[in-house]
Every structure is written in structure tokens, then in C-alpha cells.
């Protein structure tokens, strides 16, 4: 059998071995070892695909990703959450949705502070899920806020996506931290936008809040919002703009936040040994499965190109004949689909590799191209019918949500999520300005 033959059947196998139910890591592992024995023989097969394991573990911008989980796991565990959704609800709860408002703004902010999609949307979901049903909220309306503010993990920095895909696509961190910015600011004011339009047009799916829930002095508003909020965001700011500046690698950024963390934990009186026991250990739990898939995906690909996989995709492309056009919508296409089906960093360490030589030939801007990718990722996150939102808020909603009300709930917000990418590609400055500017 010929290289080519090979290297075409090797999606189907690891797709059915997926589909089975085997773990998508061990899934790429497996075909990876077995398409490779043709390749190597037995004997250099397990040498050469130790290679593979080398690279990724001599990946300097890896390290940061056990610290920005660690960094994430604190706050989660901590109270700051709530604190920060009691400030949110202070300041919006008087204006139509205030309660879904409240929630979508702490996930802007945690998304920041996490870099873990789900994370996010189940930390923010267990705060704002009873408020929101207590005050008789539209299932809907509750569930879209918190799948579609959950997403946000996946582009405000410091994502760990941004940092796999940089990675991976060999694009400097601090260039792609930078690029996500304004697209982020973007769809979270969209989708900020959205819910005060339905929440005025449909007054009943958001009944207002008491007001004597919000009869305080402004000068102790002020003083629990400098207490509350202040402290996480001054952490955020420091850790990505340490990257953005230049001041800091971003391993060094990571570290800063993750010690910045505990230090809240120990000024917030939140400090507990049991409680740093738990994030250390859910720190491991994440990444020893995120690093897992990254060497899965790198053996996975690198053994697809070694079967002439990459002339097979070359073959197609040229056949297709699509034009530079065509092209990215092609290859946005199928991250689209295949973010459906997989999690994120498996869409990004096999697609990635293969997208990236036909970039610079059709003239597209490999920056450019990772925001867009981003920007599919995270819809696909909330798209149903697969959407893995919709999994992760099963497991926090109470149980008379039913599944056609999440589904009916995120709609507009992937909406909000395309028009971003649509605004992205015609409008490329909104992705590229600020990398240069920071340059």
C-alpha cells in the first residue's frame, strides 16, 4: 500500500476510535504509533515517536500553561467570585437583564483571570444560576448568558488557547495576546448589547430587581467595588500587559499570576491549605489532560506528514481551486466543524500544522488567520447540537432547564460570536493595529 493510502485513512481511524469512546489523546496516540510501524518499522517506530514527545516537552511557552490553571483553579476556589458578582449586580442591577448583565461582565473578567473555558462558565454559573432563577429569569435567557459568558475563556487573554495556538502556528504569544483584544471587547459588548435589547423588548424575561436591593451610600458602593474589584484586575493587568510591554516572557507573566492568586487568597482571608491542596491538584488534573492532547496531536500530525499527508492535503487544495478567498473560508470551515466534534486543543494541533504552509501563498496574514480560527473555535464551543457549553451547564443547571431552552438561549449569542469574525475579516485592523502599535 502506497504512503498516500495512509496517510487518508488516518482521520477516519482516529475518528472511529473517538466515536467508540476511547479519550481523544489515546485516540491520536494509538493511530499515531500504529501509521507510524509502516513508516519507521518496530524497532525505530517508539525511538522516532519519542522525538515527537521531546519537542513538545522542550516547548518553552508550554510551561506557562500549568500556571495560568493553577492561577485559575485559586480564584475559582477562592471568594472572590462571589465578591465580584455581588460589585456587578450593584452597579447593573437596576438596568433591563441586570442580573444576566452582572453575570456576563464577571465572566469578562474571570476569563481573564482563567484562561479556562470551562472553567468559567461553571465557576459564574453556580453564582448567578440561583440569583437568576430566585428573581424568575427566562430559562433561555439564563442559559445563553452563561454558555455564550463561559466562551469568552477562549479569547480574552491570557487564554490558554491563544497560547497553544501560538505555539503551535510559531507566532510570537505577546503578538496574538494582542491581536485578541479588540475582537474580545467586541463580542462582549455585543453580547452585553443583546441582552439589554431583549431584556427591554421582552421585559417579562428579566423581571427587574427590588431597588431596595441596591440602597447603599455611593461612598460604600465605592469602597466594596475598590475592595472587590480592583485587587483581581490589577492582577489581570499585570500579567498580560507585563507580556504586551515586553517586560515580562510569558512563563515569567504566568508565574507572577499565579503568586498573585494565592497572595489575594491570603488579603481576602480566603487562604487555606486544603483549599491550595485543591487547586494544585486540579492543576494537575488539567494540564496532565491538555499536555496529553498536545503530544497526542504533535505525534499525530507529525506522522501524518511523514505518510505524505501533506501532499495530500496540497493535492486537494490545488484541486479544489478555491482562490485565497475560498481558501480561508475553507479551512474556517472545517475548525468550525471539527471544534463540534473535538476539544479545542486537539482542533488546534492538528488543523494548525496542516493550514499553515498554504497561508503565506495565498496571502493571507498567518495573525489575521489565528484570530478568525480563534473567533470559530469559541462558536463552535456554544453551537449546538454537539455544543460542549451546553455539557458543561447541564452539570450546574437545576434540572426542569430543558435541552431545547439552552439551545434556544445560545442562539443569539453565537449570532454575536459570527458577527465578531465578520467584523474581523473585513475589517483585518481590528486584529492587526494593536500588535503593531505594541511593536
Not at 482571608?269 to 489532560?289: C, H, N, P, Q
Not at 499536555?291 to 484541486?319: C, H, N, P, Y
Given at each position: 500500500m502506497s504512503a498516500m493510502p495512509l496517510a487518508a485513512w488516518m482521520f477516519p481511524a482516529a475518528f472511529v476510535l473517538i466515536f467508540l469512546g476511547m479519550p481523544v489523546s489515546l485516540s491520536l496516540i494509538v493511530i499515531a504509533v500504529a501509521f507510524s510501524i509502516p513508516f519507521f518499522g518496530v524497532e525505530l517506530a517508539g525511538l522516532q515517536l519519542y522525538r515527537f514527545v521531546g519537542s513538545v516537552a522542550n516547548n518553552y511557552a508550554l510551561a506557562a500553561v500549568p500556571l495560568f490553571v493553577f492561577m485559575g483553579a485559586v480564584l475559582e476556589n477562592s471568594g472572590i467570585g462571589r465578591r465580584v458578582f455581588e460589585v456587578m449586580k450593584l452597579w447593573l442591577g437596576r438596568l433591563p437583564g441586570g442580573l444576566a448583565l452582572a453575570a456576563m461582565s464577571m465572566c469578562a473578567v474571570f476569563a481573564a483571570g482563567t484562561g479556562i473555558v470551562g472553567a468559567v462558565e461553571v465557576m459564574v454559573g453556580l453564582l448567578a444560576i440561583p440569583a437568576m432563577v430566585a428573581n424568575k429569569y427566562e430559562k433561555s435567557l439564563i442559559s445563553g448568558t452563561i454558555c455564550a459568558g463561559g466562551s469568552l475563556g477562549t479569547m480574552i487573554p491570557p487564554s490558554i488557547v491563544v497560547i497553544i495556538y501560538a505555539s503551535v502556528a510559531q507566532i510570537p504569544v505577546g503578538d496574538v495576546l494582542a491581536a485578541v483584544i479588540i475582537p474580545s471587547g467586541i463580542m462582549v459588548a455585543l453580547f452585553i448589547l443583546w441582552i439589554l435589547l431583549y431584556c427591554t423588548i421582552r421585559p417579562q424575561a428579566a423581571p427587574r430587581i427590588d431597588p431596595s436591593e441596591f440602597d447603599m451610600p455611593l461612598s460604600e458602593k465605592l469602597k466594596l467595588t475598590v475592595t472587590a474589584l480592583i485587587p483581581p484586575l490589577l492582577l489581570i493587568c499585570a500579567v498580560v500587559g507585563s507580556i504586551l510591554a515586553?517586560?515580562?516572557?510569558?512563563?515569567?507573566?504566568?508565574?507572577?499570576?499565579?503568586?498573585?492568586?494565592?497572595?489575594?487568597?491570603?488579603?481576602?482571608?480566603?487562604?487555606?491549605?486544603?483549599?491550595?491542596?485543591?487547586?494544585?491538584?486540579?492543576?494537575?488534573?488539567?494540564?496532565?489532560?491538555?499536555?496529553?492532547?498536545?503530544?497526542?496531536?504533535?505525534?499525530?500530525?507529525?506522522?501524518?506528514?511523514?505518510?505524505?499527508?501533506?501532499?495530500?492535503?496540497?493535492?486537494?487544495?490545488?484541486?479544489?481551486?478555491?482562490?485565497?478567498?475560498?481558501?480561508?473560508?475553507?479551512?474556517?470551515?472545517?475548525?468550525?466543524?471539527?471544534?463540534?466534534l473535538l476539544d479545542w486543543v486537539s482542533v488546534v494541533l492538528i488543523c494548525?500544522?496542516?493550514?499553515?504552509?498554504?497561508?503565506?501563498?495565498?496571502?493571507?496574514?498567518?495573525?489575521?488567520?489565528?484570530?478568525?480560527?480563534?473567533?470559530?473555535?469559541?462558536?463552535?464551543?456554544?453551537?449546538?447540537?454537539?455544543?460542549?457549553?451546553?455539557?458543561?451547564?447541564?452539570?450546574?443547571?437545576?434540572?426542569?432547564?430543558?435541552?431545547?431552552?439552552?439551545?434556544?438561549?445560545?442562539?443569539?449569542?453565537?449570532?454575536?460570536?459570527?458577527?465578531?469574525?465578520?467584523?474581523?475579516?473585513?475589517?483585518?485592523?481590528?486584529?492587526?493595529?494593536?500588535?503593531?502599535?505594541?511593536?
Open positions: 515586553g517586560i515580562a516572557a510569558v512563563t515569567e507573566a504566568a508565574a507572577v499570576g499565579a503568586a498573585g492568586a494565592v497572595l489575594l487568597n491570603v488579603i481576602y482571608r480566603d487562604f487555606t491549605w486544603k483549599g491550595l491542596w485543591g487547586a494544585a491538584y486540579k492543576t494537575v488534573v488539567i494540564t496532565s489532560m491538555i499536555l496529553l492532547i498536545v503530544v497526542g496531536g504533535t505525534m499525530f500530525t507529525s506522522v501524518f506528514r511523514l505518510q505524505g499527508g501533506g501532499m495530500l492535503v496540497t493535492d486537494l487544495v490545488r484541486a479544489l481551486d478555491f482562490g485565497p478567498t475560498g481558501l480561508l473560508l475553507l479551512f474556517l470551515g472545517i475548525v468550525f466543524v471539527m471544534g463540534a494548525i500544522p496542516l493550514f499553515m504552509p498554504f497561508l503565506a501563498p495565498a496571502g493571507i496574514d498567518p495573525l489575521w488567520f489565528a484570530i478568525l480560527v480563534i473567533v470559530m473555535i469559541q462558536t463552535s464551543y456554544v453551537t449546538p447540537p454537539m455544543a460542549p457549553s451546553i455539557f458543561y451547564l447541564r452539570g450546574i443547571a437545576p434540572p426542569d432547564f430543558r435541552t431545547i431552552e439552552m439551545y434556544k438561549g445560545v442562539i443569539p449569542f453565537v449570532a454575536c460570536q459570527l458577527l465578531t469574525g465578520v467584523l474581523v475579516y473585513f475589517w483585518p485592523s481590528l486584529a492587526l493595529w494593536l500588535p503593531v502599535v505594541l511593536r
